[in-house]
Nanobody, 122 residues
Framework: QVQLVESGGGLVQAGGSLRLSCAAS????????MRWYRQAPGKRRELVAT????????NYTDSVKGRFTISRDNIKRTVYLQMNNLTPEDTAVYYC???????????????WGQGTQVTVSS
């Protein structure tokens, strides 16, 4: 019954900003890496950003470096994606992804959020 719930998507003008949130809920014992993916219509899903368990190591795809920032709050069990200087090329469904150990198993399982739409107009 572990679940990832996303919020923060919407419609913005080019040059604007959005902050996406993804909160883990349910029988969560621990969360390792968390990631953001995105998928535009007709394109493959791509990895946008990754953050380590303590938040100390982050990685970004080249197209968002300098504009996007991934962060996490382990108390809230939430990962964020701050997106600045958005362009129409950023338009996609953004998906949260995480490696989560539940409270009754001793291994990590990969989970996906439901996706949230980000649309950037020109």
């Amino acid at each position: 019954q572990v679940q990832l719930v996303e919020s923060g998507g919407g419609l913005v003008q080019a040059g604007g900003s959005l902050r996406l949130s993804c909160a883990a809920s349910g029988s969560v014992f621990g969360i390792n890496f968390m990631r953001w993916y995105r998928q535009a219509p007709g394109k493959r899903r791509e990895l946008v950003a990754t953050i380590s368990s303590g938040g100390g190591v982050t990685n970004y795809t080249d197209s968002v470096k300098g504009r996007f920032t991934i962060s996490r709050d382990n108390i809230k069990r939430t990962v964020y994606l701050q997106m600045n200087n958005l362009t129409p090329e950023d338009t996609a469904v953004y998906y949260c992804n995480a490696d989560i150990r539940n409270s009754y198993e001793y291994y990590y399982t990969n989970y996906w959020g439901q996706g949230t739409q980000v649309t950037v107009s020109s």
